[in-house]
T-cell receptor, first 114, second 113 residues
Framework: DTEVTQTPKHLVMGMTNKKSLKCEQHMGHRAMYWYKQKAKKPPELMFVYSYEKLSINESVPSRFSPECPNSSLLNLHLHALQPEDSALYLC?????????????FGPGTRLTVT | AQSVTQLGSHVSVSEGALVLLRCNYSSSVPPYLFWYVQYPNQGLQLLLK??????LVKGINGFEAEFKKSETSFHLTKPSAHMSDAAEYFCAVSYPNNNDMRFGAGTRLTVKP
């Protein structure tokens, strides 16, 4: 199984809503990542978890809250988002945490904030 | 700071023609370099990677790239373009002991019949 799955595929939420994005991998990877991608732009790193611990937070606003309940699962909790947060949110994982290993990406969640 | 620069935000080729997508890195230490492809409304898929073994790297779908330290380049090539190659291509860099991968701005490849 070389797949990273993400749910939901699409999400529309109001600025006062609370929602969560879910990411799962069963490849035994030890690092997991959240990226934000705006249209016609490259992915921007948001968070990195290494061995289930948050290792990188790219100064992301607190309305985005990551969680890694176990080595296979990564969540992104959303609260009080702004319309400019509308984007494709990509999850990825890699076998190691040292930069050598490629990242495997999920298909993304298309988020629209109204 | 580590970075990669992709020259040309849009490249257009005819079907059967050579594909050349350019990527240059800036670094004082040996990097790991990757090429990813993204089709519309999908995630990224790895084409190939360089991790300091062979300088000529072969990837999937007939793509290859050559690491040239003297030119700080890692250009992606394919001898003959197919219509199915039309997509967005990203060059990315990371470093030893650091899983902070950074992407170039991307190059959109269009293939004309």
């Amino acid at each position: 199984d070389t797949e990273v799955t993400q749910t939901p595929k699409h999400l529309v939420m109001g600025m006062t809503n609370k929602k969560s994005l879910k990411c799962e991998q069963h490849m035994g990877h030890r690092a997991m990542y959240w990226y934000k991608q705006k249209a016609k732009k490259p992915p921007e790193l948001m968070f990195v978890y290494s061995y289930e611990k948050l290792s990188i937070n790219e100064s992301v606003p607190s309305r985005f809250s990551p969680e890694c309940p176990n080595s296979s699962l990564l969540n992104l909790h959303l609260h009080a988002l702004q319309p400019e947060d509308s984007a494709l949110y990509l999850c990825a994982s890699s076998l190691g945490t040292g930069g050598f290993d490629e990242q495997y990406f999920g298909p993304g969640t298309r988020l629209t904030v109204t | 700071a580590q970075s990669v620069t992709q020259l040309g935000s849009h490249v257009s080729v005819s079907e059967g023609a050579l594909v050349l997508l350019r990527c240059n890195y800036s670094s004082s230490v040996p990097p790991y370099l990757f090429w990813y492809v993204q089709y519309p409304n999908q995630g990224l898929q790895l084409l190939l990677k360089y991790t300091s073994a062979a300088t000529l790297v072969k990837g999937i779908n007939g793509f290859e790239a050559e690491f040239k330290k003297s030119e700080t380049s890692f250009h992606l090539t394919k001898p003959s373009a197919h219509m199915s190659d039309a997509a967005e291509y990203f060059c990315a860099v990371s470093y030893p002991n650091n899983n902070d991968m950074r992407f170039g701005a991307g190059t959109r490849l269009t293939v004309k019949p």
